[in-house]
Nanobody
Framework: QVQLVESGGGLVQPGGSLRLSCAAS????????MGWYRQAPGKQRELVAV???????NYADSVKGRFSISRPNAKNTVDLQMNSLKPEDTAVYYC???????????????WGQGTQVTVSS
């Protein structure tokens, strides 16, 4: 009914860059915040970056100055530009959105299936 589909993960050397994209589709009435989380092996899922419908952004301290989140012209998409990547950025990255869908009484959390990012030489 509602999907978040991520793309752009892969293998990159330390210091390199990757761009992740996420597109929401389905019976969507409105989208509030969209963002990215990540989960490394043996660790809890953590917030990477989030952008509100008004354009306000918030970043994890560990990625400030290196990552940039944006919502391009299409309102149902969110991108994450990752520069100066480090081995500790290796994780599965999940797209997240707070949305209200047709048939839903309130906004709810939705997740993508995840995309692997590996930073290694």
């Amino acid at each position: 009914q509602v999907q978040l589909v991520e793309s752009g993960g892969g293998l990159v050397q330390p210091g390199g860059s990757l761009r992740l994209s996420c597109a929401a589709s389905g019976s969507i009435i409105s989208i509030n915040a969209m963002g990215w989380y990540r989960q490394a092996p043996g660790k809890q899922r953590e917030l990477v970056a989030v952008v509100s419908s008004g354009g306000s952004t918030n970043y994890a301290d560990s990625v400030k100055g290196r990552f940039s989140i944006s919502r391009p012209n299409a309102k149902n998409t969110v991108d994450l530009q990752m520069n100066s990547l480090k081995p500790e950025d290796t994780a599965v990255y999940y797209c997240h959105a707070v949305m209200r869908i047709f048939g839903g009484l309130r906004q709810s959390d939705y997740w993508g299936q995840g995309t692997q990012v590996t930073v290694s030489s």
